[in-house]
Every structure is written in C-alpha cells, then in structure tokens.
C-alpha cells in the first residue's frame, strides 16, 4: 500500500538580542495573557539561520496524532518544550490524525543567545500552517510562536525581534509587536565568540537578576531612543550589561575578560548575547584580523563565527513537496 508523506524546509535567522526589558507585570499585578507578556529592547538578524524540516503522514482514524522532534539530530521531543507546545496546538486544528517528524538545524549553537529557540519556533508554525494548509494568517503564526516562548520561558521579544528583522527596537512588549527598524552599513561585519550555553527559563525565573533585568533594560531603551544608531546601540548594550551585573551573578569571567579586551580596540563596540556565553562585536573589514585575533587568545575555550546583519525576509520557505513512501 502507498502513502503520502508531505516535507517543507523553513529558514528563519538567528537573531542576538543586545539588552531587554522584561514585561510580566501591570502595577505590580502578575500579567496572565501570554500575548501581552514580553519585552522591550532592541536586538538584531544575523546572517546565519535556523532550518526546520517538518514532514508528516496521515494516520488511520482510531490513532492518535504523535510527533517527533530533533534539533540538531538529537531526538528530543517532549524536551523540546516550545516546538512540542506548538504541536500540541496544531493539532487541534486538524481533524485528522498525523506522525509529524519535526528537524531544526542551526548554524549558531543552541542556548548561547542566538535565538535559536525563537527561529524554531517560527520555523515549526509558518511551515505546519504551509504544510497542512491551515490558513492561518501572518499574524496568527507570529502570534502561537510568540505564546510558545512565553508559556515555556524560552524567550520574551526574541519571536518580535526576528518578525521585525535587520536592527530593530521592540517598543512595547506582547503581541502583536511594536518595533522599530534602525538603519545599519551594508558592510558591517558582527564577530561573534561563544563559550557556552545558559538556560533562559534559569534567569528569567531569578526574581533578583529579573528585577535588575527591569531597571537597566528601561533606562537603555531610552537612551537608544535618543540617539537610534548601530553604534549607540552596541553603547547602551554593553550599560545594560554592566548595570545588571549579569557576568558577575552568573560567573562569566572569561566573558567579561574577552569584553574587556574588545572594548580596547578602535571598533563600533562589542557587548554580551542575551541570554548566553557568547560575545559579538561590531566592526569594519579593516578591524576584522585585530577581533579575531583578541577572539582567538581565548581558544579552544570558544568558538567563532564571521556573520552580518541580516535585513532580509525573516521566513523563508525552500522546499515544499510530497513524496510516494
């Protein structure tokens, strides 16, 4: 007997988000609509991407819908908290029982503040709701993948930053996003160096470090607002890390060795990844050999990667077929 098994391939870029703001509170009173949780802060695409293949086959009737999922050929599932919180929401929408296999792929490592969760996100909404024609709308997809990161404290603004695309400014928190794109040279290079992961659900449930997160994140956006650059922006980013003292409570010593010795050089700045062991600093083609070389003393600790601003499209779509099994 032959049957159908359908595949899509969606691409959505990692994005670095360079300070924020947490917003789950209104006068002191817990917020409890996920739409309106989030962030405020301002951020950036990056040149590499999250890829995510979701294939699927319809099941007999009397089965029950299931789904597996990978990130980086690592069988995760269940563990994968907001790509399964997704799929426990399609599935509702469909009246028809399915065994979906759901693969993320990323270029940049996962936990080390690249928004890696935040593209998967994206990724598994916009390509199930191509995939099985759900005819959701733009703003609905954006809307259960913002909701996902929420609900599982994987991300706040990440899903709005990586919608708004290139440099950009989120405004207010929730959903539907409020941002606002800043302009950057076609030619600026964004080193990056990481050494590690962080849990975000880790700092964002650590009431002190959330409460200093709040005040310095506040005072950044404004100071980005009065001036809305490139260059103020890795400034305000690099104040906020220090304000918050987030390298000294979570000990990321050689991440503010390597901080500090970037800031020496003649560049546009450098700052921490929210939330990770990773480092990105802004500079010119000329400065790039200097960067690496400062990045490179800090080997086989860390690993690098030569990325740019990425002001294109955030969903993309490469492959959508159905094969006979």
């Known amino acids: 007997m032959v049957s159908v098994k359908n595949k899509i391939i969606v691409e959505v870029p990692h994005r670095i988000s360079g300070f924020f703001e947490i917003v789950d509170k209104e006068n002191g009173i817990p ?6 949780i989030g962030s405020r802060g301002a951020g950036f695409n990056v040149s590499g991407v999250g890829k995510t293949v979701i294939s ?3 099941l007999k009737k009397e089965e029950e819908s299931s789904c597996t999922i990978y990130i980086n050929e690592e069988k995760l599932d269940t563990e994968a908290e907001t790509t399964h919180f997704i799929f426990n ?24 503040g690249y928004g890696a969760s935040g593209s998967g996100a994206l990724g598994t909404i916009f390509g199930m709701n191509k995939l099985l024609t ?34 950009c400014v989120l405004k207010e928190p929730g959903y539907p996003c409020n941002y606002e794109r800043l302009k950057s040279p076609n030619d600026l290079f964004v080193i990056c160096g990481s ?40 400034k305000v980013s ?19 060795e390597l901080l500090d010795d970037l800031w020496k050089l003649n560049i546009a700045g450098a700052s921490m990844n929210q939330l990770g062991r990773s ?27 030569k990325l740019s601003i990425n002001n294109g499209q955030t969903i993309k779509f490469k492959e959508k077929r159905t094969v006979n099994i």
């Open 31 to 36: 917020i409890e609509n996920p739409e309106r």
């Open 56 to 58: 699927y086959k319809k």
């Open 89 to 112: 929401y399609i599935k509702k929408l469909i009246d028809y029982p399915i065994n979906a296999k759901i693969e993320h792929f990323f270029d940049l490592p996962v936990g080390c």
């Open 134 to 167: 759900l005819n959701l709308t733009y703003l609905e997809s954006g809307r259960i993948a913002h909701i996902a990161e929420v609900v599982n404290k994987t991300g706040l603004g990440t899903v709005c930053g990586q919608l708004g695309g290139g440099l």
């Open 195 to 234: 050494f590690g992961a962080i849990k975000t659900k880790s700092v964002l449930s650590d009431v002190n470090l959330s409460s200093e997160i709040k005040r310095a994140g506040k005072i950044a956006l404004n100071k980005l607002l009065l001036e809305p650059n490139y260059k103020n922006f890795v």
């Open 238 to 256: 690099f104040q906020f890390v220090e304000s918050t003292h987030i390298m000294d409570v979570l000990n990321l010593e050689k991440t503010k």
């Open 279 to 305: 480092v990105y600093a802004f500079c010119e083609k000329k400065k790039e050999k200097e960067v690496f070389e400062i990045y490179n003393t800090f080997k086989p600790e860390i690993k690098t990667f």
